[in-house]
């Protein structure tokens, strides 16, 4: 971990997870897989200083942990990274019979591997979903694979990014219309708040989008029945058929290498 005002040593980043560290949610069309995330983001700031700096994202959307571990942990290590973000087993969490403890008995170990390799390794806790329909359910299982994560980070001398206590990211244009990712402002925030925990500095400022206007129940619940056609019905058919949204995706970057500021990508 950094000090604030000390250039940050890292010239390495390998990111390993779900859709949440590959970004979905955060739509650019000019970047891999057409998404862009908090992980892009915060390699952007980790190379603005660092000319040597590579970066290289692994993660997949709709992985399970197992599958994260058999996919990405082995080319992770190949990496020789010197800064490791993991964030996995979401996808679990939300499946009926999750079950948080034996979640972290497995992520326990990973990190273990990751941190036996001397490179920094920030693990993500879960954000409060009190607030989101869809996900509220499984808040109860969130709050108990939290617990474990502390303790796992404290046991291994991982870095966690607090996402359960940053209250921005309740705010309802922190999440995409799927209800499920978060939007550009929460991957935005959320890069902050990784940057912040290794006690990087960096140039992002924290955003305000404007709130979302008031709504009549009438227009809520046209909202709902629209969101439940166009996102909710995907989904349960997906589950039904045994399939993923990740099935024909592949890491956007496998290999680690230069990051060139948003702006500068070509379309």
């Known amino acids: 971990m950094q000090h604030p005002g000390m250039e940050h040593p890292y010239t390495r980043y390998v990111a390993l997870g779900d859709s949440f560290t590959e970004g979905v949610g955060d739509e650019e069309p000019g970047v891999p897989n057409g998404v862009r995330g908090w992980a892009d983001r915060v390699a952007e700031e980790l190379a603005r200083t660092r000319p040597d700096f590579a970066y290289a994202n692994l993660a997949i959307r709709g992985r399970l942990l197992q599958q994260i571990v058999d996919e990405q942990l082995e080319p992770a290590l190949a990496l020789e990274p010197d800064l490791i973000t993991i964030s996995a087993g979401g996808n679990d969490l939300i499946r009926p019979g999750g079950d948080p403890d034996e979640l972290a008995a497995r992520i326990d170990t990973v990190i273990g591997r990751l ?95 404007e709130p979302l206007p008031t709504r009549s129940w009438q227009r809520m619940k046209l909202d709902d029945i629209a969101w439940a056609r166009e996102h909710l019905a995907p989904w349960v058919v997906r589950r039904l058929r045994g399939q993923s949204s990740g099935d024909t995706i592949q890491p956007k970057r496998p290999t680690a290498g230069p990051v060139l500021p948003i702006e500068h990508v070509e379309d």
């Open 115 to 209: 941190r036996a390799t001397g490179a920094d390794v920030v693990l993500f806790n879960g954000p409060d979903i009190a607030m989101t329909p869809v996900l509220r359910g499984i808040r109860a299982k969130v709050g108990i694979y939290n617990a474990n994560l502390h303790g796992i980070a404290a046991k291994h001398g991982a870095i966690i990014a607090d996402m359960w206590s940053a209250r921005q990211l309740q705010e309802p244009r922190m999440w995409a219309p799927d209800r499920l990712h978060f939007s550009p402002y929460g991957h935005h925030a959320i890069a902050i708040l990784v940057l912040d925990a290794l006690g990087v500095q960096h140039e992002l400022t924290p955003t305000q989008p």
